[in-house]
């Protein structure tokens, strides 16, 4: 069962990371439509709907079997292992602005430019090098 668990973690960490590379980038695009164009009510709605369906389920799964490996796993003496939680704090966080944005451009109060979207792209991107790192070598 613990393979199956960890199978699924791993979908659900890859199906959270694409939504957190592909919602920064749609934010960057949104900056450039007109408020109130059939384009930026486009992306209100390619914004909503990779949150809603894909980025918040895909969390919350890697969140709860990532949990269920680390109790069934014996892994809370692993030293890589805090390390991940901190980044995968991180990560959560980042979600949480990701998802205040998402409610800023649906209620058109974005204030932000392309340029601040595309640097917090790399935050995710960086994250997850770090976490996959940390699962895989395992330096600590």
């Known amino acids: 069962m613990y393979e199956w668990i960890k199978a699924l973690h791993v979908i659900a960490v890859i199906a959270w990371m694409a ?13 450039a439509a007109p408020v109130g164009s059939p384009q930026s ?8 709907r990779l949150l ?13 079997l990532g949990i269920w490996l680390i109790v069934q796993g014996g892994l809370m003496r692993a030293g890589w292992l805090h390390g991940k939680l901190v980044l995968v704090i991180a990560m959560t966080v980042a979600h949480g602005f990701f ?11 974005n204030v932000r430019s392309q340029k601040f ?24």
């Open 41 to 48: 009510e486009t992306f209100k709605l390619m914004e909503r």
């Open 19 to 31: 939504g957190m590379l592909y919602l920064p980038r749609l934010f960057v695009y949104h900056c």
């Open 52 to 64: 809603k369906v894909i980025i918040n389920p895909a969390m919350i799964a890697a969140w709860i």
């Open 99 to 109: 998802s205040r944005w998402v409610k800023d451009f649906a209620a058109d109060r």
């Open 117 to 140: 979207y595309r640097l917090a792209n790399e935050i995710p991107t960086i994250l997850m090098v770090l976490i996959v790192i940390l699962v895989i070598v395992k330096p600590f």
